[in-house]
């Protein structure tokens, strides 16, 4: 048994390195995806303090508002617009609705807040565009091809570069712009920010917004991958232990734990998921996060935490 | 009260040589004094001189990197702020922190923690044992509430309460404890003056009766020299005096450190 | 008018320190049970009892088990349904292999195996605090789900994976089984849950529930208080999941009669916590409106509409509950913390000074 689990995992990785690489690599482009819902939670995270459970689900609502109006014959690059502009619209409400009346609350009220958004969210989605699977397709190639005896596909690297790219424009917007330093300002004291006259509602309306936008872009990679469906909110639980891993306040980390947990589990699930039954995959990501947490509470990326009287 | 427990008796708790630094800040260096049983002891300095340090030091929630804490002669080495509770040392905050979703009396209930002993099976049955453990101790707690005069507002969420009354009901709950030692963060802060007298007659009143000894921090020099037998001055993690209110007073030190002479 | 407490007078500590300190309230309440235990039995119907009255009163006790862990010691969980499994599946192992213990005491001891296991993953809680917690609990949720999806050990091996209520039998009556009528099944689980709801009501009256507010409302406080973090957390985790598995043993046996994993998924986790949230954090009898409310809330949703002429679609009636439960969260969250038990108390002061409020 101890040989098993050990021992004969290493040497069938040994034995196969492309088959191996393989695995890594999907584990890598599953990571990517984790990563995408991840980064939400962080934007959201840092400037307003709020844990946003709906994130998820805001990944599954952009895509289904994508789906649902082209099923409905709006043109790919409208439907596109009209959901960056509903997304828009979500983070006002939200702002308006919510996020406004539980100002100064503790962070585990508005958490809980969060998780009857995204119960909100979910039924809003489904009631206006349906609950069946929908297939997404916006155009991307999907063929696969062949580098070194090791299986790749196209349609997995174009997500893996948008991913890149958007990280690379969210770095950009938060160094360079203003309304990037504001919210990082914001991130650091909300008090301190009111006072040189930031304006706080305008800015969470901005980092949802954006949120949404980023979930946008995940949900149209998971959508165009297995379908538009529910599951893809609890897929994007997922995110959860990634940031747990990543710390919550670190883009980086946000980036670097989705591609440890993709990687791990993929890992996990073929090497040594045979040996318990298989599906180790529903909760390797979850315990690993648990493990970790009791050695590392603040994350690979976080800040230490020093507490006062 | 006769005059036997206003007697200022041993040593309580003598701190050593304690160092406790954040990162490359220090915010105690060396300091050193020690607390006599019954006495009521001021620790006075400007803001950032490491007095909330000490109180936290003293109470185990933050580890000296160096030094030593004796309370009743026996040296502790790192220990949770709980077993200093233990030992029968009890204390306030400087920012107020009541448990704010309960009421006044559950608030010095919670006080008298660690004199109840029944197991939570005996307390799911709520009788006999434990029944009447919680009658006694709530009649302690009276006790406390009519020493504050507080009975009003027994059965109010702390957090209803203006600030002078949390403050009140924050030195019941521990009172509650039966505290050997005492220690007060700023109990005066933010009081007008009605309210702090009423406070400084409670601090002389908890000493003379209960004969506890009480370690204060307080900014009024006025409250410091009229309640205190002995005041320990602090500036930049030092200890720069210690000893009466008129010794402390006339010190040199002690004048540039609030007037803000350069340090070199 | 007729519900003042004026000429009450208290005279000792005891006294005041009852659980319903005014004498309307105490008749109230004796007639409620009167009520629960002769009347309903005598004339519900089966449909009343198993659809309705049956589940409310499990799901309290599961929402009882969450808030002395969520509303009491401030521990956010979303492992209910996994702890409720553990109960559940316990429950099946342990009656199957020594099937002349009573049934009752199968209940205990499958309580007491989810107590352990609620042990083992509140053990994060030394560590770690709020959302963090939360999500470590989602840990327990997979987790325990895959356990005895996979570990036939759990089921005996039977190959649809299914746990089925065998027929156990209490002073000769057979309570649990396809056999039991939905009478008795009533009254074997309206005395498990009032037995086990004045006990957590006097636990959280007493010493352990100030312990757990403290934990709470402000953790640094209270450990300087004399109150040991570690400790006072586990117990919460400890006897919240023991009240979650009994709920999840009477789910089995009493109620659907068999079950799979499925039954305890994560949205079981998300009801009892909206039961929670919406009948009041903090609060025994929140427990049981949160519970009835959300119990309710579907059956109404079904039965209404038609009643008016308007025809509903099923999916569309699913989507409606889960926006309605969704907003409301937000809505107790931001208006009103304590939730429905919050509601019926000011109605109650207002009571007490009706007609005459000044």
Request: glycine share 10%.
């Amino acid at each position: 048994m101890l040989y098993d689990v050990l021992i004969a995992p290493f040497l069938d990785m040994a034995d196969s390195p492309v088959f191996f690489a393989e695995v890594v690599i999907v584990g890598l482009l599953t990571g990517v995806m984790y990563s995408l819902v991840a980064l939400g939670f962080v934007l959201i995270f840092k400037a307003s303090g709020v844990f946003n459970f709906a994130q998820g689900v805001m990944v599954l609502f952009a895509a289904l508002t994508l789906v649902g109006l082209m099923e409905h014959g709006v043109p790919t690059w409208l439907a596109l617009i009209l959901t960056v502009v509903i997304m828009v619209v979500l983070a006002y409400g939200i702002e308006w609705f919510m996020l406004r009346r539980l100002v100064n609350q503790e962070g585990i009220i508005l958490f809980m807040a969060t998780i009857g958004l995204s119960f909100v969210l979910q039924g809003l989605g489904e009631t206006m565009w349906g609950s069946n699977v929908k297939a997404l397709d916006i155009g991307i190639p999907d063929a696969s091809f062949e580098v070194s005896g090791i299986l790749l596909n196209e349609f997995d690297l174009f997500a893996a570069a948008s991913g890149a790219v958007l990280v690379a424009v969210l770095a950009v917007f938060f160094h360079y712009t203003r309304i990037g330093r504001a919210l990082r300002a914001v991130a650091d004291d909300h008090q301190a920010a009111l006072s040189v006259g930031i304006p706080l509602k305008t800015i969470w309306v901005i980092v949802w917004a954006v949120a949404g936008m980023v979930g946008l872009v995940a949900g149209i990679m998971w959508g165009a991958k297995s379908g538009v469906q529910f599951s893809l909110s609890l897929i994007a639980l997922k995110a959860l232990p990634v940031l747990i891993l990543g710390g919550f306040t670190s883009v980086p980390g946000a980036i670097v734990g989705g591609l440890i947990i993709g990687v791990g589990e993929k890992v996990a699930e073929i090497y040594w998921g045979p040996l318990f039954g298989g599906a180790i995959e529903n909760w390797f990501a979850y315990v690993l996060a648990l493990v970790f947490l009791l050695f590392r509470p603040q994350g690979l990326f976080g800040e230490r935490i020093i507490e006062r009287v | 009260m006769t005059e036997n427990t206003r007697k200022i008796g041993n040593t309580l708790l003598r701190v050593d040589d304690i160092t406790l630094s954040f990162g490359g800040v220090h915010a105690l260096n060396g300091v050193s004094f020690e607390i006599k049983e019954h006495e009521i002891l001021a620790i006075i300095g400007p803001n950032g001189a490491g007095k909330s340090s000490m109180l936290n030091v003293i109470n185990g929630f933050y580890h000296p990197q160096k030094g030593t804490i004796a309370f009743e002669g026996r040296e502790r080495k790192r220990m949770r702020p709980h077993v200093a509770a233990e030992q029968g040392i009890a204390r306030t905050f400087q920012n107020i922190a009541l448990f704010k979703g309960m009421s006044t009396l559950d608030n010095i209930m919670t006080g008298r923690m660690l004199k109840m002993k029944r197991s939570f099976l005996w307390q799911a049955l709520y009788w006999g044992p434990a029944l009447k453990e919680e009658i006694e101790n709530r009649e302690f707690c009276e006790k406390v509430i009519d020493f504050l005069e507080i009975q009003a507002i027994r059965k109010t969420p702390v957090g209803k309460l203006p600030y002078g009354l949390q403050k009140r009901v924050e030195l019941g709950r521990a009172l509650a404890a039966e505290p050997r030692l005492l220690l007060l963060d700023e109990p005066m802060a933010g009081m007008n003056v009605e309210e702090k007298e009423d406070m400084c007659r409670f601090i002389l009143d908890v000493n003379d009766e209960f004969g506890t000894t009480i370690a204060l921090i307080e900014h009024d020099m006025g409250v410091v020299m009229d309640i205190s037998d002995r005041v320990v001055v602090l500036d930049y993690g030092r200890k720069i005096a210690d000893g009466s209110p008129d010794a402390v007073r006339a010190n040199g030190e002690v004048i540039d450190a609030y007037l803000g002479v350069s340090h070199e | 008018m007729f519900y003042r407490e004026a000429g009450q007078f208290k005279t000792s500590y005891a006294a005041d320190q009852t659980v319903f300190p005014i004498v309307q309230d105490r008749w109230g309440v004796a007639a409620m049970v009167a009520i629960a235990f002769v009347g309903v039995p005598l004339v519900a119907s089966e449909y009343m009892l198993q659809a309705v009255l049956i589940p409310f009163l499990i799901f309290a006790l599961a929402a009882i088990g969450l808030n002395l862990l969520t509303g009491y010691c401030g521990q956010v969980s979303l492992g209910t349904g996994g702890f409720m499994m553990v109960g559940g599946y316990m429950t099946y192992k342990l009656t199957t292999t020594f099937p002349d213990v009573n049934i009752l005491i199968v209940f205990v001891f499958a309580g007491l195996c989810a107590a352990l296991v609620g042990f083992v993953f509140g053990l994060p809680s030394l560590r770690i605090k709020g959302f963090y917690l939360a999500v470590a609990t989602l840990a327990a949720q997979f987790f325990l789900g895959w356990t005895f999806n996979k570990v036939g050990w759990f089921y005996n091996y039977n190959p649809s994976g299914t746990i089925t209520a065998p027929p156990r039998e209490l002073f000769g009556i057979t309570i649990t089984g396809p056999t039991a009528s939905a009478e008795v099944r009533y009254l074997v689980v309206l005395c498990i849950v009032a037995v086990f709801a004045m006990m957590a009501k006097n636990l959280v009256r007493g010493r352990v529930g100030r312990s757990w507010m403290a934990i709470r409302d402000m953790d640094i406080a209270a450990e300087i208080i004399g109150i040991q973090p570690i400790r006072t957390k586990l117990m919460a985790f400890t006897i919240s999941s023991f009240y979650c598995g009994v709920a999840g043993a009477m789910m089995v046996f009493l109620w659907l009669g068999s079950a799979e994993t499925e039954a305890f998924d994560i949205n079981q986790s998300f009801l009892v916590l909206f039961m929670v949230i919406i009948g009041g954090l903090g609060s025994i009898l929140g427990s049981f409106l949160g519970a009835a409310f959300v119990i309710i809330t579907p059956i109404i949703l079904t039965n209404a509409p038609p009643m008016f002429g308007i025809d509903l679609p099923i999916d569309l009636q699913k989507h409606i509950e889960i926006m309605l439960f969704g907003s409301l969260i937000v809505f107790f969250l931001i208006v009103e913390p304590h939730g429905l038990a919050r509601l019926w108390q000011i109605a109650k002061e207002k009571l007490r000074l009706w007609p005459f409020p000044y």
